[in-house]
């Protein structure tokens, strides 16, 4: 019962924190509009998802924070999985500055952009918190 009740009140929070943020994001992509001051929208836009990625994987470190052992980072898991998702978040930035010929260029812009991107910053963000190993 302890253990459900900590991953039932996590899940809670993370709901609320996911609620709070879409509603900060409607309000930023509003004034944006108003102001056609984009930079104050792409920025959080890029952001959040990473952030939703540490808060998934949140409660699993928590638990393997009150474990008694040495910490180590994965980085074999972070080069494999963290770098390629790094560029894909990256890879409208990179193609605003540098053009459509980066490797994954094209796909981005034949594809769903905002999906695509989008999912590559939930792993990002997950995968930072679990190459973090006890």
């Given at each position: 019962m302890k253990r459900?009740?900590?991953y039932f009140v996590s899940?809670?929070?993370i709901g609320y924190?996911?609620?709070?943020?879409?509603?900060?994001?409607?309000?930023?992509r509003?004034?944006?509009?108003?102001?056609?001051?984009?930079?104050?929208f792409i920025t959080?836009?890029?952001?959040?998802?990473?952030?939703?990625?540490?808060?998934?994987?949140?409660?699993?470190?928590?638990?393997?924070?009150?474990?008694k052992k040495q910490w180590s980072f994965d980085w074999i898991k972070f080069v494999a999985i963290g770098i390629p998702s790094l560029y894909i978040t990256m890879l409208p930035m990179l193609q605003a500055l540098f053009g459509v010929k980066l490797l994954f260029g094209?796909?981005?812009?034949?594809?769903?952009p905002i999906a695509f991107t989008t999912i590559a910053r939930i792993v990002f963000g997950y995968v930072l918190f679990d190459c973090l190993k006890k």
């Open positions: 459900f009740s900590f899940t809670v929070v924190i996911l609620y709070l943020a879409v509603g900060y994001q409607e309000r930023l509003l004034e944006a509009a108003e102001t056609f001051n984009y930079l104050a959080p836009l890029t952001v959040f998802p990473i952030c939703f990625g540490l808060l998934l994987r949140t409660p699993k470190l928590v638990l393997e924070m009150k474990e094209r796909v981005l812009l034949l594809g769903n």
